[in-house]
């Protein structure tokens, strides 16, 4: 009932930036939150960061301070800015969306060189 497209992954230096976006379509309600999960080879997915429809944002230890999650609630569409990137940040980055059950996108390839 929920579409989710990620987008703006790829391949960046260490210390730079990127905008990843995702899109979400189909049976929208107005409670959801929303996030995004990264999963690096070999390891568990986990959570980067959170946000809330009423903009209450909650982060990963490892990415506080760099990265900033928003959202555009007339677009249905979620942000993350990633700033100072590492190479641990390196993985693939998957939208979420909550509302009763949790919808998944397909992710987007983020890899960071050294």
């Known amino acids: 009932q929920v579409q989710l497209v990620e987008s703006g992954g790829g391949l960046v230096q260490a210390g730079g930036s990127l905008r990843l976006s995702c899109a979400a379509s189909?049976?929208?309600?107005?409670?959801?939150?929303m996030g995004w999960y990264r999963q690096a080879p070999g390891k568990q997915r986990e959570l980067v960061a959170r946000i809330t429809s009423l903009g209450d944002r909650t982060y990963a230890d490892s990415v506080k301070g760099r990265f900033t999650i928003s959202r555009d609630n007339a677009k249905n569409t979620v942000y993350l800015q990633m700033n100072s990137l590492k190479p641990d940040d390196t993985a693939v980055y998957y939208c979420?969306?909550?509302?009763?059950?949790?919808?998944w996108g397909k992710g987007t390839l983020v890899t960071v060189s050294s």
């Open positions: 189909g049976s929208i309600k107005s409670g959801n939150s």
């Open positions: 979420n969306y909550f509302w009763f059950v949790d919808y």
